[in-house]
């Protein structure tokens, strides 16, 4: 008897070890899927950041391209012409918070996930406004006159949407994207112009 129970203790206590185990193995490989993720978006930043300003050292004739200021590591833009009308890509901030916006495009009505924008590099914030003016539809104002922005949010992960869905007026959010030529006409009525690089707390 006592020879049964003491191994009924022993397959416990090894039961018990090898959950651990398997338990900090998860936390592991969660910690390292995680790091994998932001060096991902740290490399998309740095590669976007680059590429800007060989485009812009080398005058390449595809997009004849200039920087419009200095890069930083969350912010590098160019203004490109030949046919773009200098328009801006690269890589820049939006601040603001999450609303769902109703759009119509193409007979479709969708709800769209959009960011209603309260700061943020003001080069794009002034491209994404001109756009709205010459009548572009894809994003709009509203009442107070803020952009309301489309953001595709299938792109993240988890953790990066579910920050952004509690984003609020109060409690903004700041989201470092990446800007590239525009996709043409006859885009859905979610489309985004923008690639989500990362989130940050606004400050």
Do not use: H
């Not at 910690?31 to 050292?57: C, H, N, V």
């Not at 609020?168 to 006409?185: Q, S």
């Amino acid at each position: 008897m006592k020879a049964s129970i003491g191994f009924i203790v022993f397959a416990a206590a090894i039961g018990i070890a090898l959950g651990i185990t398997l338990y900090q193995t998860i936390i592991d490989l969660k910690a390292e899927s995680a790091a994998r993720t932001q060096e991902t978006q740290e490399l998309k930043i740095e590669a976007a950041r680059l590429q800007q300003e060989l485009r812009a050292q080398m005058n390449q004739p595809v997009l004849n391209g200039t920087l419009i200021s200095g890069c930083s590591e969350d912010e590098c833009l160019m203004q490109v012409g030949d046919g773009y009308n200098g328009y801006v890509v690269g890589v820049g901030k939006l601040k603001g918070f999450y609303r769902v916006v109703q759009r119509s495009a193409w007979g479709e009505t969708r709800d769209c996930d959009t960011l209603v924008m309260l700061g943020g590099t003001e080069t794009l914030l002034n491209e994404y406004m001109n756009l709205i003016e010459q009548g572009n539809t894809v994003n709009n104002l509203d009442s107070q006159n803020r952009i309301q922005f489309n953001l595709d949010l299938s792109q993240i992960t988890a953790t990066e949407r579910d920050k952004i869905l509690k984003s609020t007026e109060a409690t903004p959010i700041e989201l470092v994207v990446l800007n590239p030529l525009p996709g043409g006409k006859g885009v859905p009525a979610c489309y985004s112009f923008v690639e989500i690089l990362k989130s940050n707390n606004a400050r």
